[in-house]
């Protein structure tokens, strides 16, 4: 009976006079809210030639009439109605601007063509339709992210979070991406969805920022599919925390302290205070370098109609600054290093995004900060307190300045010592591929033609990777500086990890240690398994690159002959338990196989006590 009670008493706690039913009608709602969501996609998914099965259309104007009918009745049960549109603030703006929108469909609806096919109410009973759409659209993408916080407010791991975020991800892209409407089918054929395989690799693959591919993706996906493509690797780049907080941001709304835990330990800001300042700069870092990428890009598309022309280009600027490695171009941009468009934009936007968002935030304070002083204006609101570099700062662009440098000298180098390349790569190429191999993916050179040297270069570029807090992968930079710093430490006899005039803590060599373990073990295990899958043992090399790239979260794949005289990538020519392997790879490379870990085992407990100290040989 205590239980029933409880219930009774955190029900009737509620400001209404009918607790009980208000608590279903939410639910209803939430019913309503996926019928019609589903209904929606299904329906665009499913149409021909732009008509959309009026069934379909049914289920969504019902599910709005549905959700404001329930807000109107809960509203007149409401005690407090004052507060009840702050309270439910989504769902009453939804319902106001669908009543609003079907006012102004029935006054103006006639005016409007009837482009979708006869319906039971020509132009007017589509417009109601679209209408209804719309408004369940944004408010579905409300409650999601609303969710999310909520979820995220309740005390959650943040590594499991982060680890739910991405499989919804990814599970929402495989589903949108088998709609027929995503696939490119050749007219005379009957419109087909994609297979689950290609669209779960594909999803994983985009979500995860990846950039391996089983389709050739400019041929086999239509418009519509490169959207939901670009659309996945966005949000994968940024993170959907970093997405829900941003709307809770612009919305007026405090960000919770949870969710700045969440975020502190994704992203790495400097205090609580900033925690508003860091979202906005991230959102504002990430579309400006996006939109400045995308007009700087325009003339290596001059070729193309206008629409067209800016698709490619801003496709191309949000898959190079989230390192996704996606490409609408015939072979990514081979025999193309030498524009300036792809040498110089598209590796700028690559390094850029891989340099870690808590990164670019603090140079732009620290840099704000100086230009301020100097200028000595009250309009810069001189702040009181000096702004300074961070030690992860100092060590993320000293690493990223001696990876680029020293990988370009090396492939060029190496591809010139090596037989048949007399000639070489010219050096443009080289830049390109070491800004690439980082995290990109996409390539001037065809990487099969590499010499097994320059692969093993590439491997271990790939390996480290970008940096904490950014679009890319790898073990990150920070964690190859802090294993290069104690390596020095080692070697000049010191017994701390220090570096710019400050200490590494103890716990954070411990982690780097346990980070590169762990990645070293997922590119071992699926490496073994690609050798086993496919019974190839003379492309152990090429299997070992393509296991790296996907743990990686790079893209590249080298070349292989297909066994007819054909030449494609390594991931093309995988064989289906092969494809798996590689999604769980990707999957696992972009949440972290560490982050993995801390989210299947929990919050560990604080030990209240020690061991013995005793020393054990190393060597």
């Known amino acids: 009976m205590k239980p029933k009670q409880n219930i009774s008493k955190t029900l009737l706690s509620k400001p209404t006079l009918h607790p009980e039913r208000a608590v279903w009608l939410r639910r209803t709602d939430a019913v309503a809210q996926l019928a019609g969501t589903s209904a929606l996609i299904i329906g665009h998914g499913l149409r021909r030639s732009g008509i959309i099965p009026w069934e379909f259309g049914v289920v969504t104007l019902l599910a709005m009439l549905i959700i404001s009918v329930s807000v109107v009745v809960r509203f007149r049960w409401s005690l407090s109605k004052a507060s009840f549109p702050r309270r439910h603030f989504g769902t009453v703006v939804a319902a106001c601007v669908w009543v609003v929108g079907l006012i102004l469909i029935t006054i103006l609806g006639p005016i409007f063509p009837d482009t979708n096919g006869p319906g039971p109410g020509g132009p007017r009973w589509w417009g109601y339709v679209h209408v209804s759409e719309f408004v369940l659209v944004l408010y579905s993408i409300s409650g999601a992210i609303a969710g999310l916080r909520k979820f995220a407010s309740g005390g959650a791991n943040p590594a499991l979070l982060l680890v739910t975020s991405f499989l919804i991800l990814i599970t929402l892209g495989t589903a949108a991406l088998m709609l027929p409407i995503c696939?490119?089918?050749?007219?005379?054929?009957?419109?087909?969805?994609?297979?689950?395989?290609?669209?779960?690799?594909?999803?994983?693959?985009?979500?995860?920022?990846?950039?391996?591919?089983?389709?050739?993706?400019?041929?086999?996906?239509?418009?519509?599919?490169?959207?939901?493509?670009?659309?996945?690797?966005?949000?994968?780049?940024?993170?959907?925390?970093?997405?829900?907080?941003?709307?809770?941001?612009?919305?007026?709304?405090?960000?919770?302290?949870?969710?700045?835990?969440?975020?502190?330990?994704?992203?790495?800001?400097?205090?609580?205070?900033?925690?508003?300042?860091?979202?906005?700069?991230?959102?504002?870092?990430?579309f400006l370098a996006e939109l400045i990428g995308m007009v700087l890009l325009l003339p290596l598309f001059g070729d193309l109609p206008m629409g067209q022309r800016l698709f490619m280009s801003?496709?191309?600027?949000?898959?190079?600054?989230?390192?996704?490695?996606?490409?609408?171009?015939?072979?990514?941009?081979?025999?193309?290093?030498?524009?300036?468009?792809?040498?110089?934009?598209?590796?700028?936007?690559?390094i850029i995004g891989g340099l870690g968002f808590g990164v670019l935030y603090n140079v732009s304070s620290v840099l704000w900060t100086r230009a301020s002083t100097v200028l000595n204006r009250q309009a810069f609101h001189v702040p009181h307190q000096r702004r300074r570099l961070r030690l992860e700062t100092k060590l993320v662009l000293t690493s990223t300045v001696v990876l680029l440098l020293g990988g370009?000298?090396?492939?060029?180098?190496?591809?010139?010592?090596?037989?048949?390349?007399?000639?070489?790569?010219?050096?443009?190429?080289?830049?390109?591929?070491?800004v690439t191999f980082r995290t990109a993916g996409f390539n001037t050179v065809d990487l099969g033609q590499q010499q097994p040297s320059t692969k093993l270069i590439a491997i271990f570029l790939m390996v480290i990777g970008a940096s904490p807090g950014s679009t890319g992968g790898g073990i990150k930079t920070i964690v190859f500086a802090v294993g290069a710093v104690g390596l020095l430490t080692v070697i000049r006899g010191r017994r701390k990890v220090e570096a710019f005039g400050r200490t590494i803590s103890e716990t954070t060599v411990n982690r780097a240690l346990a980070i590169v373990f762990a990645f070293m073990f997922t590119v071992m295990l699926t490496t073994i398994l690609l050798v086993i899958f496919e019974g190839r043992p003379e492309l152990f090399l090429d299997h070992l690159f393509e296991a790296v790239s996907a743990v990686g979260t790079v893209g590249v794949s080298s070349t292989v002959s297909n066994g007819l005289g054909e030449v494609t990538s390594v991931t093309f020519s995988l064989t289906t338990p092969s494809r798996y392997v590689i999604i769980l790879a990707m999957f696992l490379g972009r949440v972290g196989p560490l982050t993995l870990l801390l989210a299947l085992a929990g919050d560990g407990q604080k030990s209240r006590y020690d061991y013995p100290t005793e020393r054990v040989t190393l060597g």
Not at 322 to 343: I, R
Not at 416 to 429: F, S, Y
């Open 408 to 434: 370009t000298l090396t492939i060029y180098l190496l591809e010139r010592t090596g037989p048949n390349h007399e000639a070489g790569i010219p050096i443009v190429d080289a830049w390109f591929q070491s």
């Open 183 to 286: 696939r490119n089918v050749p007219l005379g054929e009957p419109q087909t969805g994609a297979t689950f395989l290609s669209a779960l690799f594909t999803a994983t693959s985009a979500s995860c920022v990846t950039g391996l591919v089983v389709v050739d993706t400019p041929t086999y996906w239509s418009h519509v599919g490169h959207i939901v493509i670009m659309c996945l690797f966005q949000i994968g780049g940024l993170g959907i925390m970093t997405f829900g907080a941003f709307f809770a941001v612009i919305a007026g709304r405090n960000v919770r302290l949870s969710e700045f835990a969440t975020l502190r330990d994704l992203l790495s800001p400097e205090g609580v205070g900033n925690v508003r300042q860091l979202i906005l700069a991230i959102l504002g870092f990430t």
């Open 314 to 350: 801003l496709f191309h600027a949000i898959s190079a600054f989230c390192n996704a490695g996606f490409s609408l171009t015939e072979n990514s941009f081979v025999g193309m290093g030498h524009l300036w468009s792809v040498s110089g934009v598209i590796a700028g936007l690559v």
